[in-house]
């Protein structure tokens, strides 16, 4: 599976942004999704996680609230819909596709990156 991350880019604190992830080359329609950030000088972190159907999700601490991850398995994405956004979620958003259906939250557990969208927010 090969996956492309997009929407990134500069907004304003308090403002929204949406981020897509694409597969390409076959479908990840029964795959468990998630997002990551990594800001610069820090570790890459958990954002979101959502299983196969759409049925489960997660969110680390410091996104609950304000982003939203879903996916549409018919146009086989999952998007990151977020929403007063804060200096401190700069950084760079990645998806990523684990082997299994259900919610996963480690890095160590996806196999399949995208590469990656930047995402700024001006104080």
């Known amino acids: 599976v090969q996956l492309q991350a997009f929407g990134g880019g500069l907004v304003q604190a308090g403002g929204s942004l949406r981020l897509s992830c694409a597969a390409s080359?076959?479908?990840?329609?029964?795959?468990?999704v998630g997002w990551f950030r990594q800001a610069p000088g820090k570790e890459r972190e958990f954002v979101a996680a959502?299983?196969?159907?759409?049925?489960?999700?997660t969110y680390a601490d410091s996104v609950k609230g304000r982003f939203t991850i879903s996916r549409d398995r018919t146009k086989n994405r999952v998007q990151l819909q977020m929403n007063s956004l804060k200096p401190e979620d700069t950084a760079v958003y990645y998806c990523?596709?684990?082997?299994?259906?259900?919610?996963?939250?480690?890095?160590?557990?996806?196999?399949?990156w995208g590469q990656g969208t930047l995402v700024t927010v001006s104080s």
């Open positions: 080359r076959r479908t990840f329609s029964n795959n468990s």
């Open positions: 959502i299983n196969w159907n759409g049925g489960s999700t």
């Open positions: 990523a596709a684990a082997r299994i259906s259900t919610l996963v939250m480690l890095p160590s557990e996806y196999q399949y």
